[in-house]
């Protein structure tokens, strides 16, 4: 069965600061790769995903994350953060298109002035 | 537009009651899906209904009974609660059942069991 791994459970970045979270997954094919993002008391919310193609895709909110098949990696990036980017962050994978999603821990991203 | 709804927003139960989880979808979404989150654990799929008149069990669905009772409403019941069911849950719906629709997920229901 696949699996998700988000080797960090806390990061804080200055704003302004360019931020990068870590995501692994297992699975011996490509799998269908996505980040979302949970505001405190709120759902979750898509930024981006991968299916196939450009290995670099573009999110919302200015995020982006690239797909390195030789690492079995799926970071998310953002070249400068602000405040409101504070929330938790989950790497998600599916391994076709309808299993279902499998969901990393997620990172929980603090923002500092 | 309201999305995904879920009631109640919070619930505090004693050990061994029952209670439903609702959910509803405005949206015309074909599949739903019930998750629980906890700390440090993510989210993790409890059941799932691809399409009206189907469901079918997630990573961890011990515990729980669904019921998908029209396109729009999806029910989670617990026939008897524990404390290991404390928890935030989700529910989230998409239009098909395939990845290349996202997930729209609701704001939660979060449950206390003592």
């Known amino acids: 069965a696949q699996s998700v791994t988000q080797p960090d459970i806390h990061i804080t970045v200055s704003e302004g600061a360019s931020l990068e979270l870590r995501c692994n997954y297992s699975?011996?094919?490509?799998?269908?790769l996505f980040w979302y993002v949970q505001s405190p008391g709120q759902g979750l919310q898509l930024l981006l995903k991968y299916f196939s193609g450009d290995t670099l895709v573009q999110g919302i909110k200015g995020f982006e994350a690239e797909f390195k098949r030789s690492q079995s990696s799926f970071n998310l990036r953002k070249p400068s953060v602000h405040w409101s980017d504070a929330a938790e962050y989950f790497c998600a994978v599916a391994h076709s298109g309808n299993t279902p999603l499998v969901f990393g821990k997620g990172t929980r991203l603090s923002v500092i002035a | 537009n309201a999305g995904v709804t879920q009631t109640p927003k919070f619930q505090v139960l004693k050990t061994g009651q029952s209670m439903t989880l609702q959910c509803a979808q405005d949206?015309?979404?074909?599949?739903m899906y019930w998750y629980r989150q906890d700390p440090g654990m993510g989210l993790r799929l409890i059941y799932y209904s691809a399409s009206e008149g189907t469901t079918d069990k997630g990573e961890v669905p011990n515990g729980y009974n669904v019921s998908r009772l029209n396109k729009r409403e999806f029910s989670l019941r617990l026939e008897s609660a524990a404390p290991s069911q404390t928890s935030v849950y989700f529910c989230?719906?998409?239009?098909?059942?395939?990845?290349?629709?996202?997930?729209?997920f609701g704001n939660g229901t979060r449950l206390t069991v003592t």
């Open positions: 949206m015309n979404h074909n599949s």
């Open positions: 989230a719906s998409r239009i098909g059942d395939t990845h290349s629709s996202p997930l729209h």
């Open positions: 699975y011996g094919a490509t799998p269908y």
